[in-house]
T-cell receptor
Framework: KQEVTQIPAALSVPEGENLVLNCSFTDSAIYNLQWFRQDPGKGLTSLLLIQSSQREQTSGRLNASLDKSSGRSTLYIAASQPGDSATYLCAVIRNRDDKIIFGKGTRLHILP | NAGVTQTPKFQVLKTGQSMTLQCAQDMNHNSMYWYRQDPGMGLRLIYYSASEGTTDKGEVPNGYNVSRLNKREFSLRLESAAPSQTSVYFC?????????FGPGTRLTVT
């Protein structure tokens, strides 16, 4: 059974710091991994999509990496800002049945 | 381009009442999904539709029915609402395995 785990569940850091959010998955047979942002009371906004053949994707201050062999992905946020405060979720799509499995998210709070 | 839209945004039901949550996408995507999100449980898949005319059960389908009316629309029906169905419901569509989400419907069953 595919499981997706995100550690830590919550994180508070001072503004300006660089930080790393972790996502691990048990089954490496995936099509892709996608990182989302969710603000309180809102829907999910896609941040980055990494195809299974790719190692990383970058968008502005965000960089996501994927290591399928170890079942890990990281989301790196550079020079964090209070506006980055949100819950960050990762999700994988597994090959054998196209099912999408989400982690439970990391709640990030950037301290001004 | 509205993306994925959901109606209503909020709903309060009494136990035993029925209702249909509506979802539409204007991106010509084949696959559409219904999720529920609960505190501590994360996002769980209720039903999905890989293409017009097909639907499949997800992780938590009991108590729900779905209808893929056409390529644009995918509705979720609660025939007899229960308090355990109090949740936030999200619809999503997918193209080349990248997901796009609607804003959600917050449902309370009393």
């Amino acid at each position: 059974k595919q499981e997706v785990t995100q550690i830590p569940a919550a994180l508070s850091v001072p503004e300006g710091e660089n930080l790393v959010l972790n996502c691990s998955f048990t089954d490496s047979a995936i099509y892709n991994l996608q990182w989302f942002r969710q603000d309180p009371g809102k829907g999910l906004t896609s941040l980055l999509l990494i195809q299974s053949s790719q190692r990383e994707q970058t968008s502005g201050r965000l960089n996501a990496s994927l290591d399928k062999s170890s079942g890990r992905s990281t989301l790196y946020i550079a020079a964090s800002q209070p506006g980055d405060s949100a819950t960050y979720l990762c999700a994988v799509i597994r090959n054998r049945d196209d099912k999408i499995i989400f982690g439970k998210g990391t709640r990030l709070h950037i301290l001004p | 381009n509205a993306g994925v839209t959901q109606t209503p945004k909020f709903q309060v039901l009494k136990t035993g009442q029925s209702m249909t949550l509506q979802c539409a996408q204007d991106m010509n995507h084949n696959s559409m999904y219904w999720y529920r999100q609960d505190p501590g449980m994360g996002l769980r898949l209720i039903y999905y539709s890989a293409s017009e005319g097909t639907t499949d059960k997800g992780e938590v389908p009991n108590g729900y029915n779905v209808s893929r009316l056409n390529k644009r629309e995918f509705s979720l029906r609660l025939e007899s609402a229960a308090p355990s169905q109090t949740s936030v419901y999200f619809c999503a569509s997918t193209i080349f395995y990248e997901q796009y989400f609607g804003p959600g419907t917050r449902l309370t069953v009393t």
